[in-house]
């Protein structure tokens, strides 16, 4: 039985959707107005690990990630580049779709923008005036966040009672709380706005939110996620605003939370130096690397991004690729009923620790299990080979094929492993120099051999000395 620890009541609860083995989950997106940084790709290769093991688990599910296409800063960064916000969000949204197709992740069934749902957002917002949530100002409508019986249950934040006095002393229409936030801004000279009741505006940030998981998901979720930084103000003020607007509690049953991507200990932020954009990050390292190093750190744990964690991933996803490749090589053989065993134990385990929140390091503990105990099939195979002077060895064809299904199984989840390099060709340049190594080593120049070892290496792929010859495989 799956559990998963909620953000709204603190603890671990089972996990039961609305509807049987359906789950419907909205996690929300990036604002558009640059390409995406590597925390990003953290918070949504983490919420396809989980996707991906809600129908790995057999359920039906259904993923929703928002595109915010109107915002300060993409009017600010539109101003900059002498574009419109609808010309950046098209440039930026083309390459999000791109940096997550690299990054291995499925794409969401649905990714709604905001400007395509003004309309809905204005009902909206309407419907909270008519329920009392909301108030005129001189520069917008806003939540009264008072007047929502429970506001802070999912961020515990104490609600400052502050007034600002200044609608009674000047009869100027000011906010009338310092917590109550925007759900329309009227147009300053100059920005982009859409006719309203209350005149030309645009949206506040959070409405978007519970419109687009309303229009698309319904009015009750299953799963709600961001990161930790969203829980306040941004789903805080997301449950405020559809419980009062749609009437239905509660908004979301399960609301799960990613820790930050840090940079070698350190907020990443462009005054630092320390912010890395997708492209950049792919364009340094293999995306089923980062994955990979994604998916040892359980999804709500902070986690630290530095050249070292990533050449740790390196090594560790090579033991697993490693494993694979010499797997598709075994011919023929005994059957040995280890194999099956080993199959069967890692799948319980990898169940049990995937079903307790989601614990990605601990399954993964016991799939490098996997890939040990496979490694001493077969040593032990190899060597009974050796000792017979026969190929029939202790590890037969189907054992190998039944470790392999098993770990394309895992992968389903994970998609970091390789299962295609056995067959990818080598370009023509490595090609040559792959023979001129060899025609050293037979020459026993080891020193030349060494040097095109070397010159591979730079083209990104190894070699490994073994006793049936050298083999070569790709790395990042
Ligand atoms: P934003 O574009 O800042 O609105 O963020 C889009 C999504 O990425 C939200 O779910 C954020 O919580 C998440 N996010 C932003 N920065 C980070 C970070 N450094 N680490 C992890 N997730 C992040
Ligand atoms: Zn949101």
Request: aromatic share 10%; hydrophobic share 40%; charged share 30%.
């Amino acid at each position: 039985m799956l559990r998963v620890q909620n953000t709204l009541s603190k603890q671990l609860e089972d996990f039961k959707p609305l509807k049987d083995r359906e789950v419907r989950m909205y996690v929300c997106g990036p604002t558009v107005y640059g390409p995406g940084h590597i925390g990003h790709a953290r918070t949504y290769t983490a919420f396809d690990v989980i996707r991906r093991y809600l129908e790995y688990s057999g359920y039906k599910v259904r993923y929703v990630v928002n595109l915010t296409d109107v915002h300060d800063d993409m009017i600010k960064r539109a101003n900059e580049q002498g574009i419109t916000i609808f010309e950046l969000a098209e440039k930026n949204i083309k390459l999000f779709f791109k940096d997550m197709d690299a990054l291995g992740i499925k794409p969401a069934n649905e990714n709604p923008r905001v400007t395509e749902h003004i309309k809905e957002i204005i009902d909206t917002i309407q419907a909270l005036e008519k329920n009392g949530f909301a108030y005129e100002t001189e520069d917008g409508v806003y939540y009264s966040v008072t007047r929502f019986k429970g506001y802070g249950r999912l961020s515990g934040i104490k609600l400052d009672k502050r007034v600002t006095g200044t609608r009674v002393e000047t009869d100027k229409y000011e906010k009338e709380n310092v917590t109550d936030f925007a759900l329309w801004k009227k147009a300053k000279p100059g920005e982009p706005s859409w006719e309203s009741p209350w005149g030309q505006g645009r949206p506040g940030w959070h409405i978007e939110c519970s419109v687009m998981a309303r229009k698309h998901l319904g009015e009750q979720l299953d799963i709600h996620g961001g990161a930790i930084d969203l829980i306040f103000p941004h789903h805080e003020n997301e449950i405020a605003q559809s419980e009062a607007a749609f009437g239905k509690a509660p908004f979301v049953k399960y609301w799960l939370h990613t820790g930050f991507l840090n940079v070698k200990g350190e907020k990443m932020s462009k005054s630092l130096g320390n912010y890395i954009t997708i492209p950049e990050l792919l364009a340094r390292y293999d995306p089923k690397v980062f994955r990979f190093f994604i998916a040892n750190v359980h999804y709500r744990s902070r986690i630290d991004f530095s050249e070292d964690a990533m050449a740790q991933a390196k090594a560790g996803l090579e033991k697993f690729n490693r494993l694979i490749e010499a797997l598709q090589e075994v011919k023929g053989g005994k059957d040995h009923p280890a194999a099956l065993h080993l199959v069967n134990e890692t799948r319980t385990a990898f169940t049990e620790h995937m079903d307790a929140d989601f614990n990605t390091p601990n399954a993964f503990a016991t799939l490098f299990n996997f890939v040990s105990e496979a490694n001493k099939l077969l040593a032990e195979a190899a060597a009974e080979a050796a000792a017979e002077a026969t190929a029939e060895t202790a590890l037969s064809e189907k054992d190998a094929k039944a470790l392999l299904d098993f770990l394309r199984e895992i992968n389903q989840v994970f998609n970091c492993f390789s299962f295609e390099r056995a067959k990818a060709e080598l370009p023509a340049e490595a090609k040559k120099l792959l023979d001129e190594r060899e025609a050293a080593r037979k020459a026993k120049d080891f020193k030349k051999s060494d040097e095109f070892r070397a010159k591979l290496r730079a083209l990104g792929i190894e070699l490994d000395d073994t006793r049936d010859g050298v083999k070569w495989r790709k790395v990042a």
